[in-house]
């Protein structure tokens, strides 16, 4: 069966909730671990069902956010899903207090049940109305992103369509286009700190209807993260200041000299070359039939893997009008199905799609034999450990893309991963700042964005860009909006990814090795249990930033860049 045929029947929640309170009267009643594990069975058959009708909503809606049947879908489940988290809390409850608690987590492992106690603190009913809130705001947030309409070269385009336009080998190009989308924010910036203003005030006041002082404790345990804590975070940050900043700043300088420039201003930031960034040498059918050999030939696993996601058409690639910007790996438990979804635009960007995205979707697909809905993929931060390996692992056959210019995008795919450290922690500053100081103006919240860059980024240099200068560049990072404090994950994995494409040029079957045991776990274990498992160091512990500097830096010392 194909995604398109996959039939889409709204959830009736009475039902499910009547269904769900019968079988955990019966699991309460039950006199047997066994009988539990068998109830427990039933219980998420009918989760990963809701689940599974919701994702296709997301998906066809992302598809199409003009399609009027799935935006009222959408609409229906940002109502109703708060009501389906009030059922999963009844669940972890019964979990909790369940006499046979010792044999479940033989049969279940002890993540389900750290996952079920960290949950219960961040829901009561009395937030339900507040959850619902939050809810409306995330999907008024994509539909305002996704109203952009900017005319440009001739055509109407969406925020995902200009960013070719970044990458032009015209500096003239690159500098309008820039300025065309930020005319776009500039012209919505009143509706963008609005929307944002009142996320903050309605997770704030969750958070103090759960007990809390502020969100921040709130979102760490919504993300499931049971084993470390903002003091540890904050201690990372540090490390990334002090050994990838300096780094990142002389890579900056690098490109300056080989771009010929005298400054090097924002809109320059995205072309890494005089003679213009390495492109795919074909059209995303092309570059899909050179994905399947890639595939194909990494492993017998991935082989697997890439042909199940084609025979099903369970990828969406090319960006088109109406539909929603960036890219994303989602999983229909009920098919047992991952899915990638994503916005082709012609730039290098469409392979890391076939890297990054494939990952999660690799990972979900060896793992699809959980019945557990919390098992199929990990917590957020060893998520990313998957996609981002990934990026590295199929470096062998980047030539197939790129062909003359494989160095080319060897080179700058490795300085924007090593580049993109420093961006991702200021994100995560950035969010602390705010959700400590939820009373603060909108102006105050741009003015610290603008304080933090210049922390850790200081060579930006937004050439007097009215918008960007006062410090709104974050309006264009959905994360901060939809998914707080869901970004420090990207690059807590992107220095365990660092680890990998060390060990894959030390010991390539060795470390593929690794890379399936960690697959093949799923979200059976937290994030630092992960990373031993895959015989990987902890990015807390001071030392192991430093510890991955000496190879990235030794690769990128090697290139003349220049010359590319």
């Not at 952009?148 to 960013?163: P, Y």
């Not at 200081?458 to 998914?483: M, S, V």
């Not at 090795?513 to 799923?522: E, Q």
Request: hydrophobic share 35%; aromatic share 14%.
């Amino acid at each position: 069966m194909k995604f398109k045929d996959y039939q889409y029947e709204r959830p009736n929640m009475d039902q499910i909730k009547s269904e769900i309170e019968s079988l955990l009267s019966e699991f309460e009643k039950a006199s047997s671990a066994e009988e539990q594990i068998g109830i427990l069975k039933k219980i998420n058959a009918v989760r990963n069902h809701f689940d599974t009708m919701g994702v296709i909503v997301d998906i066809r809606f992302t598809i199409n956010t003009l399609d009027p049947f799935y935006s009222k879908e959408t609409d229906y489940f940002d109502d109703v899903r708060p009501e389906f988290e009030a059922l999963t809390n009844a669940i972890y409850r019964k979990l909790d207090q369940s006499p046979y608690k010792e044999a479940l987590k033989e049969t279940f492992g002890h993540q389900l049940f750290d996952l079920a106690s960290v949950t219960l603190k961040t829901f009561k009913d009395e937030i339900l109305a507040d959850l619902k809130e939050e809810n409306a705001l995330m999907s008024e947030y994509t539909k305002l992103r996704s109203s952009a309409k900017i005319m440009f070269d001739g055509e109407e385009r969406n925020l995902a369509q200009m960013t070719p336009y970044y990458e032009s080998e015209d500096r003239e190009v690159r500098k309008a286009s820039q300025e065309a989308v930020s005319e776009f924010f500039l012209e919505n910036e009143a509706a963008f700190d609005s929307v944002y203003d009142r996320m903050v005030k309605v997770r704030h006041r969750i958070a103090q209807k759960l007990g809390y002082d502020n969100f921040v404790p709130v979102a760490y345990m919504r993300l499931n993260r049971t084993e470390y804590d903002s003091q540890m975070v904050a201690g990372y940050r540090q490390q990334i200041l002090d050994n990838i900043v300096p780094i990142a700043t002389r890579l900056k300088e690098r490109q300056r000299e080989r771009l010929g420039l005298e400054t090097l201003y924002y809109y320059d930031e995205p072309i890494a070359f005089k003679s213009g960034n390495a492109k795919p040498k074909g059209n995303p059918d092309w570059i899909l039939e050179k994905g399947k050999q890639m595939y194909e030939e990494l492993s017998p696993e991935t082989g697997e893997f890439i042909n199940f996601m084609l025979d099903h058409e369970l990828m969406d690639l090319v960006a088109k009008k109406g539909k929603s910007g960036g890219g994303y790996c989602t999983y229909l438990a009920d098919y047992q199905a991952p899915f990638i979804f994503s916005n082709f635009n012609g730039t290098s960007g469409d392979v890391d799609v076939l890297t990054h995205e494939a990952g999660h979707a690799f990972q979900g697909y060896q793992s699809r034999q959980f019945e557990v809905p919390e098992y199929n993929y990990p917590t957020l931060e060893a998520c990313e450990i998957h996609s981002m390996s990934m990026e590295f692992i199929t470096w062998p056959w980047m030539e197939l893309f790129f062909e003359n210019e494989t160095e080319k995008y060897k080179f700058n795919h490795l300085s924007e991963a090593l580049l993109f450290l420093p961006y991702g922690v200021l994100v995560d500053e950035f969010q602390h700042y705010v959700y400590e100081n939820p009373n603060v103006s909108p102006d105050e919240r741009k003015a610290k964005w603008r304080e933090l860059e210049h922390k850790y980024l200081p060579h930006r240099n937004y050439a007097e860009n009215q918008i960007l200068d006062k410090g709104a560049f974050w309006f264009r990072q959905g994360h901060i909006f939809t998914d707080p404090f869901y970004y420090i994950d990207y690059t807590l994995a992107q220095v365990c990814a660092f680890q990998f494409f060390v060990k894959f040029n030390e010991d390539r079957e060795s470390a593929w090795s690794d890379y399936l045991k960690l697959c093949n776990a799923g979200g059976s274990k937290p994030f630092l249990e992960l990373v031993e498992l895959a015989n990987l160091k902890n990015p807390f512990v001071k030392g192991t930033v430093e510890s991955v500097v000496p190879d990235i830096v030794a690769f990128l010392d090697h290139v003349d860049d220049k010359a590319l």
